[in-house]
């Protein structure tokens, strides 16, 4: 009817004309997170399949931050913090 999950995950994001034209933002992050994996409804004949939802904690860890636009990269670690708590949900079929 349910359990528990673990799962570590590298997030790579960014952005580009962010601030002007042709620079970019890339962040790096390593996410832990926790999940409460809870079978809602049970489908078929041996009751193998179900709906499920999930939710939990995580925390990310930053990797890498940079910016950069024509002739300039700049190292903004200081500017991304380096522990983000976050909430995760969501559900799916099995």
Not at 89 to 94: I, K, P, Q, R, S
Request: aromatic share 6%; charged share 20%; hydrophobic share 45%.
């Amino acid at each position: 009817m349910g359990g528990i999950q673990v799962e570590a995950l590298i997030h790579q994001k960014g952005a580009d004309n962010l601030v002007r034209p042709d620079d970019s933002l890339r962040l790096a992050h390593i996410q832990v997170a926790g999940l409460v994996h809870l079978d809602q409804v049970q489908l078929g004949p041996a009751e193998r399949n179900a709906l499920y939802v999930i939710g939990g904690p995580s925390l990310s860890f930053k990797v890498h931050s940079d910016y950069s636009a024509p002739g300039v990269i700049a190292d903004i670690a200081d500017e991304v913090r380096n522990v983000d708590f976050g909430f995760i949900a969501g559900g799916g079929l099995e």
